[in-house]
């Protein structure tokens, strides 16, 4: 299992505290779907979110953003047995 928390973002681009939040559900696999259902959203306006994210950051894949966020502590990845 895969626990993820939200670390501050050592990175010259400003994401806001709400794609900050959406890059963590996506790390976590969640579809803009599922995300819209946490957050109390539209999976549009979740993936309007995901997609700003991306081009901010000039990402192409959500496999890039995950190891972005991970490398950048945006995310902390930890591994449970």
């Known amino acids: 299992m895969l626990i993820v928390s ?14 900050l939040e959406i890059v963590e559900f996506v790390v976590q696999g969640n ?7 946490s957050l109390g959203i539209s999976p549009k306006t979740a993936e309007s ?3 700003n994210v991306m081009r901010k950051l000039a990402l192409h894949s959500v496999t890039e ?6 490398k950048n ?6 591994y449970q047995s």
Do not use: C, D
């Not at 579809?31 to 819209?36: R, Y």
């Open 49 to 51: 979110h995901r997609a």
């Open 6 to 19: 939200t670390q501050t973002a050592l990175s010259s681009v400003h994401l806001t505290p709400r794609e």
């Open 31 to 37: 579809t803009n779907k599922q995300i819209g259902e």
């Open 65 to 70: 953003l995950v190891r972005y966020a991970i």
């Open 73 to 78: 502590k945006i995310v902390e990845a930890q």
